[in-house]
T-cell receptor, first 115, second 115 residues
Framework: AQKITQTQPGMFVQEKEAVTLDCTYDTSDPSYGLFWYKQPSSGEMIFLIYQGSYDQQNATEGRYSLNFQKARKSANLVISASQLGDSAMYFCALTTSGNTGKLIFGQGTTLQVKP | EPEVTQTPSHQVTQMGQEVILRCVPISNHLYFYWYRQILGQKVEFLVSFYNNEISEKSEIFDDQFSVERPDGSNFTLKIRSTKLEDSAMYFC?????????????FGPGTRLTVL
């Protein structure tokens, strides 16, 4: 069975500091991908970053980076230099080559950035 | 930048009524999805659609639900007889390929309220 686990329901971070949001996954498919999405209070789902299981390097997109540890089945999102606009819900999601491209989401982590 | 659009943004309906939620995926995308998010909960997969047919559906997607691509641009989700528990945010998503680095782009969502 495929599963995504986000164990931090809520996180606080001081503005300009870095924060790590945890995500662990479970799949028996050797070929898979991991996504992170941001959901602000307005409700839309904003794509942040993608990591493929065969990617040699950790993904980075601006202030977002992914700490991918394949042996531990973890794909933690690191946000550097937090901004007030980063306050939102963050979802980790899994897709595998054996399915139709559907995403399996974790429960999400609410991040609040303090001024 | 191309985007997925959804209408209406908010739909209020009476229990037992039929609703149709509309989506316009990104034009060169081939794979289409519907997800739902009950308030405060995680995003759940409903159905995937490719080549004018359902490729996968979840256990949530029972006989009350149907999807259609009536023309070359629209992708609709119909709920035949709404229940109170159908109240949720419904997201449409699309991607160019079913796997790989192609991002799955989400629409802004339709908030369905069943009274």
């Amino acid at each position: 069975a495929q599963k995504i686990t986000q164990t931090q329901p809520g996180m606080f971070v001081q503005e300009k500091e870095a924060v790590t949001l945890d995500c662990t996954y479970d799949t028996s498919d050797p070929s898979y991908g991991l996504f992170w999405y941001k959901q602000p209070s307005s409700g839309e789902m904003i794509f942040l970053i993608y990591q493929g299981s065969y990617d040699q390097q950790n993904a980075t997109e601006g202030r977002y980076s992914l700490n991918f540890q394949k042996a531990r089945k973890s794909a933690n999102l690191v946000i550097s230099a937090s901004q007030l606009g980063d306050s939102a819900m963050y979802f980790c999601a899994l897709t595998t080559s054996g399915n139709t491209g559907k995403l399996i989401f974790g429960q999400g982590t609410t991040l609040q950035v303090k001024p | 930048e191309p985007e997925v659009t959804q209408t209406p943004s908010h739909q209020v309906t009476q229990m037992g009524q039929e609703v149709i939620l509309r989506c316009v995926p990104i034009s060169n995308h081939l794979y289409f999805y519907w997800y739902r998010q009950i308030l405060g909960q995680k995003v759940e997969f409903l159905v995937s659609f490719y080549n004018n047919e359902i490729s996968e559906k979840s256990e949530i997607f029972d006989d009350q639900f149907s999807v259609e691509r009536p023309d070359g641009s629209n992708f609709t989700l119909k709920i035949r007889s709404t229940k109170l528990e159908d109240s949720a945010m419904y997201f449409c998503a699309s991607r160019r390929a079913s796997y790989g680095t192609d991002t799955q782009y989400f629409g802004p969502g339709t908030r369905l309220t069943v009274l």
